[in-house]
T-cell receptor, first 117, second 115 residues
Framework: GAVVSQHPSRVICKSGTSVKIECRSLDFQATTMFWYRQFPKQSLMLMATSNEGSKATYEQGVEKDKFLINHASLTLSTLTVTSAHPEDSSFYIC?????????????FGPGTRLTVT | AQSVTQLGSHVSVSEGALVLLRCNYSSSVPPYLFWYVQYPNQGLQLLLKYTSAATLVKGINGFEAEFKKSETSFHLTKPSAHMSDAAEYFCAVSDQGTGGFKTIFGAGTRLFVKA
């Protein structure tokens, strides 16, 4: 149980274009989803937290107009990187928290490798 | 806000030797603590978690961690290293803020296992 998937697993896009990454909770309802970013050989940095049906809360220093997060349903959140640039190339990992159980625990997706050329 | 500090960005052990990866937490309330492993170009795998039950927590792949409040530590150990244990290990804490809990990661420790 508690499986989170991401799609695509890898994506290459040209500088200036936008790319959307999907995060789905497959066997539970995720009232809260999280997006992390991991640069090579670094740790995971929380970008934003989103609750279903609400606007996402972004961490300090994260551009909300560049990283658009939509959490339209209890099983799907999307991250859109707008006008991507090479410095946005990174490993993006989403996670999800189930509704009313184990509020401290998050289930992580397998990650999406974004390369901007 | 709660945080974790991992001591040592790199740890190298010989195959069969004890693995000890250090993690200290900063928290004013009983924390929820986790250890994750990440293999190259892969996502995270949960090794074990502390949720204020038993202070000695056993995880997968022979790993365990002991919660020591007096030392604010949650070090990860394994009695005998295997080559397959070579990976990046992250200690994490679940930080409760105004929006609820969110997981905050340490900087990570890369484990090298020598034959």
């Amino acid at each position: 149980g508690a499986v989170v998937s991401q799609h695509p697993s890898r994506v290459i896009c040209k500088s200036g274009t936008s790319v959307k990454i999907e995060c789905r909770s497959l066997d539970f309802q995720a009232t809260t989803m999280f997006w992390y970013r991991q640069f090579p050989k670094q740790s995971l940095m929380l970008m934003a937290t989103s609750n279903e049906g609400s606007k996402a809360t972004y961490e300090q220093g994260v551009e909300k107009d560049k990283f658009l997060i939509n959490h339209a349903s209890l099983t799907l959140s999307t991250l859109t990187v707008t006008s991507a640039h090479p410095e946005d190339s990174s490993f993006y990992i989403c996670s999800a928290r189930a509704g009313n159980q184990n509020l401290y625990e998050q289930y992580f997706g397998p990650g999406t490798r974004l390369t901007v050329t | 806000a709660q945080s974790v500090t991992q001591l040592g960005s790199h740890v190298s052990v010989s195959e069969g030797a004890l693995v000890l990866l250090r993690c200290n937490y900063s928290s004013s309330v009983p924390p929820y603590l986790f250890w994750y492993v990440q293999y190259p170009n892969q996502g995270l795998q949960l090794l074990l978690k502390y949720t204020s039950a038993a202070t000695l927590v056993k995880g997968i792949n022979g790993f365990e961690a002991e919660f020591k409040k007096s030392e604010t530590s949650f070090h990860l150990t394994k009695p005998s290293a295997h080559m397959s244990d070579a990976a990046e290990y992250f200690c994490a804490v679940s930080d409760q803020g105004t929006g609820g809990f969110k997981t905050i990661f340490g900087a990570g420790t890369r484990l090298f296992v020598k034959a």
